[in-house]
């Protein structure tokens, strides 16, 4: 629900007419009752005034007081046109679809200054002195501007002379805008809930039965008359009759009421004993029978007077427990909604606005304005939170743990949070893309060399393969042949012509090469294939031994 710039209706302020639409809308003059922010109206009395629809009366001293007001106005709005240096004309804009009206004092005829007067006072004064203007003025003006459009208002107090006049100029802050936007949504819900309480009346204590006036008189020297004893019966009677547990504004005016004709008749008491002893130097049961009723009278004064004190300060803590526990479901129903996420934030200070209060109705005024604050704040967490996880949700739901710190999250402006959210899931893609990278790069390589293993292990089996029909070929060739006659020992070696020892068997050679030595990397691979490790195990194997030991066996095995 957000206000939009009005339309200018045909409509005389003042008018039934006026009257009937402004009963209709949200106007902007009640906007600080809204608020709970009013000098002049409770929250509890818009309600009850939008529910009923009946205003209250207006007394004669009321009525006297808004004409002269209204005569001011018009005193002070061609004073007004000199400070601007352009007319202004009386305004009633309309917002229909959002249910918005706001009646200005004045508008120029572009629509971009606004006029605002109200009756000096003493303390108006003084904040239009100082510049700065309480929100029971300020919020009524943010709705002026929202529906006029205006980028100032000349806000004046005056009695409709220039000697009189005193103004400030208040600027457009848009910002101000969404709360009285959430303000009057958390209104309407209430209203929707509203149930009208009893009408109270100034409350005014109930007559109190008047007590005789005690007397004694000394007659003689010995002769007392008096009427204690009637007096003792009526006071009993009296102190009997005191409701020393009050409940409503009305119980407690007479309860008070009741302490304070008590003491009344303490006094008295005092004054007859007083005047009895003047006439009597010693009149011992005269003056028991006066201390024992002025006693009696005391003691249920001040039983009355703690009764007051004690129950007052029970129906202030009951008011308060109302209003937290009121406050507390709102917020429970909000961690309902958002779990595990839950409203932080929200604190309402009901004692401090029923500190100093003296009528249960107050109380329930102050209590009820400082819960409709914290129900709209809460309205605004509420709002801010349900679009913050909104921006998180869009990120999609493979990206959600990338969003653990939610509780932090919702807190922060959605411009922020936006961008926080686009630059993790980028990050996450461009991370995991790296990683993928990374991965097929390493499985590609895992396989080039798994494949150039391969072919070495396929030639170093070629390589055996040959060497091994290499030895077989030699070993045919360097067999005898049946057919020939071996070499005596005085029969010299045709092929060699070298003499032999006749116990030696010839040393033939093959007519082939010996097979050629393996190169380093060969017997790298041999030995890496046979011990399946790679070829780097193989190379610290190789540095690591021990070469004098080698030496050593291979001259053993010589």
Known sequence: MKM???????????????????????????????????????????????????????????????DDGHRAEELARPIAEEIINDELYPVVLDDEEGGFLASMDGLTMDGEIGFEHKWLSAELSKQIDSGELEDHYLIQLDQQFALSGAQRILFAGSDGTKENFKYLWVERDESRFAAI???????????????????????????????????????????????????????????????????????????????KKLKESEQKLTQCEEIAL????????????????????????????????????NRKNAIVRDAQESLRKEIESANAEFAPVTVTGIAADFYGAVKGLKTISSMENKCGDELARAKIALTEKRDHIRESLKIIDTAGADYQFLFSDKQQLVDKPHNHLQLLVEKR???????????????????????????????????????????????????????????????????????????????????????????????????IEVLALHYRVHESKVIDWLIDMDLDSASERMAANL
């Open 425 to 523: 899931v980028s990050d996450h893609k461009a991370a995991e893309e790296a990683r993928i990278q990374r991965e097929a790069e390493a499985r590609a390589k895992r396989m080039e060399e798994e494949r150039i293993a391969e072919q070495r292990r396929q030639e170093l089996l070629e390589a055996e393969r040959q060497a091994k029909a290499q030895a077989e070929q030699e070993a045919r060739e360097s067999k005898p042949d049946a057919d020939t006659p071996a070499p005596t020992a005085h029969q010299p070696d045709p092929a060699n012509n070298v003499k032999q020892m006749p116990s030696e068997k010839p040393r033939v050679r093959s007519s082939g090469s010996a097979p050629a030595r393996p190169t380093d990397d060969q017997i």
């Open 278 to 313: 003047s006439k009597l130097d010693s009149v011992a049961t005269l003056r028991t029978l006066i201390s024992e009723y002025r006693e009696k009278a005391r003691h249920a004064r001040l039983v009355g007077e703690k009764a007051v004190k004690a129950e007052k300060e």
């Open 4 to 66: 939009s710039q009005g339309k200018i209706v045909n409509l005389l302020q003042g008018s039934p007419e006026w009257l009937d639409l402004r009963a209709k809308r949200k106007t902007a003059s009640e906007a600080p009752a809204m608020a709970g922010k009013s000098k002049y109206q409770t929250r509890d009395d818009l309600l009850r005034l939008k529910f009923t629809g009946c205003p209250p009366e207006v007394s004669h001293h009321q009525q006297k007081r808004f």
């Open 181 to 259: 936007e959430k303000g009057w949504e958390q209104f309407e819900r209430d209203l929707a809930e509203y149930s009208p309480k009893e009408q109270k009346v100034e409350v005014v204590a109930a007559a109190q039965a008047d007590l005789p006036s005690p007397w004694a008189e000394v007659n003689g020297e010995i002769t007392i008359t008096d009427n204690l004893k009637q007096f003792g019966e009526a006071l009993t009677t009296y102190v009997d009759s005191i409701n020393l547990k009050p409940e409503t504004d009305q119980d407690f005016a007479d309860l008070d009421a009741s302490c």
